[in-house]
């Protein structure tokens, strides 16, 4: 069974509901009016309903009206939120005049119902910045117990009959979000990419922290970073199956592997890739989708108490909906 076959009837199964703040938009409606119409999620769309109603009408999409529509301007919609943004808000001095202007924002407001409980995920990014994204979840959402590190990870959806990954499917990090994170951050990025794995591409982990060095083949700050962060990731789940400091060939190619690091149970067959820093994740995994023409599937953000995924502003309808899918998967508990 395909990836997204499997993700979907999880989320069939699982009904889960996912807003979207930027909801008068063109793609995110369409995206709607098809996992309406496939029973995959419950929406909510927030937005100026008449607006939302006109424009699903001009595109002939007959689904939306299954939707819950929030009008972020409605005073008894911010009368509801603006307390719980004063209370997460008011040590760092937002009054809460302030709380009701943030709560009119479409991203706190979607971040807001999340936190409440109104909804389980969130997908947006369509027309917003991944900071306008991040700053909301980092103030409303803020991060799940034990991490306070934020990354985003790619699903690499790979040709089938690729000997590379599990089932098709390798799992890259941190891509998206933290420049150059120090060896407690990577651990934690490390960590989470593995449960991503799990969640939601529904495969075995297996990480691979990347470096230029092989078990000390090269001697470099960069490369101690790397080795503490194995150690550190090792101490947070002791019986994750995860390696490090590793070359990508020896992370990947099993003959390379037993070659440079004979002892290692990870190396050769790692499906969960781990860059040392953005820079390197960033360019890798665009490497590989446009050179390899390996579909690109994400950001996931990782290390949020509740699930909110980031879109490309280049992003098509198609994207949307499979992010959709992917958030209502990693809102469901196992």
């Known amino acids: ?79 509801k939120y603006a307390p719980l943004f004063f209370e997460l808000r008011k040590k760092k001095g937002v009054s809460m005049e302030d709380a009701r202007r943030f709560t009119s924002n479409e991203l706190y407001l979607g971040c807001l119902m999340v936190k409440a ?3 389980d995920g969130m997908v947006s990014g369509a027309i917003h910045t991944t900071g306008d994204v991040l700053r909301a979840a980092f103030q409303v959402i803020k991060t799940r117990p034990g991490i306070d590190t934020v990354s985003g990870a790619f699903l690499m959806l790979l040709p089938p ?39 939601v591409a529904g495969i075995h982990p297996r ?16 490369v101690d970073k790397v080795i503490e962060a194995t150690k550190l990731a090792h101490e947070m789940a002791p019986d994750l199956e995860l390696d490090g ?38 360019i890798a995994y665009k490497l590989v989708q446009r050179l390899a023409g390996v579909e690109a599937v994400g950001p996931l953000l990782q290390g949020l108490a509740a699930p909110v995924s980031d879109l490309s502003r280049g992003c098509v309808a198609t994207d949307i909906y499979k992010t959709i899918i992917m958030t209502a998967n990693q809102a469901i508990e196992d």
Not at 41 to 61: F, Q, V, W, Y
Not at 180 to 188: G, V
């Open 1 to 79: 069974m395909e990836l997204f076959e499997r993700l979907t009837k999880r989320a069939a199964e699982n009904r889960r509901s996912i807003v979207l703040p930027e909801g008068t938009e063109t793609r995110n409606l369409q995206a709607a009016d098809r996992i309406l119409f496939e029973n995959l999620a419950d929406i909510i769309l927030i937005g100026n309903p008449d607006e939302i109603k006109t424009r699903a009408s001009e595109l002939g999409l007959c689904n939306i009206d299954k939707a819950r529509i929030v009008d972020p301007a409605d005073k008894d919609v911010i009368d």
């Open 117 to 119: 409980g109104d909804a």
């Open 161 to 199: 009959d690729s000997p590379f990954g599990e089932d098709g499917i390798m799992v890259f990090a941190d891509c998206a979000v933290v420049p150059d994170p120090d060896a407690r951050q990577l651990a934690q990025i490390a960590v989470c990419a593995a449960e991503t794995a799990h969640n």
């Open 207 to 222: 990480v691979a922290i990347l470096s230029f060095s092989t078990k000390g083949s090269a001697s470099h700050e960069r």
């Open 245 to 282: 400091e590793l070359q990508t060939d020896a992370a990947i190619v099993p003959v390379v592997a037993a070659q440079k690091a004979p002892q290692s149970h990870v190396a050769g067959h790692a499906n969960v890739l781990v860059f040392p820093s953005l820079e390197v994740g960033n």
